[in-house]
């Protein structure tokens, strides 16, 4: 496995499992799947109302705790909640978290950052991390707290790299990016791009293993999901080949400069009122 290390000198696995979308029974057998399969990090948030389900899937790995990087992500209903970084904590039945995000730029996700960068003095919190927050919103985050940030969670994959944030905001400060969509969730034209296919025949690969190695070559952090024990297994089998300059460089030829999901401002604003339903767990 590969590793990166923070700005604060925590280091985080390269690749993990993400379990947006998952259903509890679903993200509780495949984080004990992912985890048992050499999986080391593991993504979740309090909007996918599958913490609880999260935490027995680690426990239920047998792996132990110290053993296991955890990310969650607050949800804007609950910045000015300031019991919401135990009661994540009491979600995922664990003591501390070590990685925990913004998820959106909604609402008063000043005092949000505020309560993890407090979590963090408290012990509770390793690292803290921005979802979504391109642009003004990482400024405004930057302008205004003491503790600099050390993950940035965005939509990042071989048509959408985010070149412009990376070279002004995330290099300069450095803030490790973390790809979400990383194989553009569902879409099939990234995985039949003909550079990518070819490389995947050239090193007896998956075209979506070629993709993942991209990421981490890039020295991103990538959390697809999967609910087969067969592509968990691949997704991390991705360290035994590395792509050259050149063929980094063809990679980088595809570049569209266009996401998958374009965020709606009017969704922006209404998130902060959307509460999750946790006791549908």
Known sequence: MKYVKLNNGVEMPAVGLGVFTFSPEDAEKAVESALKSGYH????????????ATGRGIKNSGIKRENVFISSKLWPSEYENENAVNETLARLGIEYIDLLFLHQPSGNYLNGYKMIERAVKDGKVRAIGLSNFEGEYFDDILN???IKP???QVECHPYYPQVELREKQLLPNDIKLMSWFPLGHGDKSLVNEPVIVKLAEKYGKSPAQIILHWHTQMDF???PGSRSPEHIKENIDIFDFELTDAEMAEIANINKNERFYYRDPENLKSWVNLKPQWEEE
Not at 43 to 52: G, I
């Open 41 to 52: 990090l593991i993504d979740t948030a309090n909007s996918y109302v599958n913490e609880r």
């Open 150 to 152: 050390q993950v940035m």
């Open 144 to 146: 205004h707290c003491e």
């Open 221 to 223: 952090i990538v959390i």
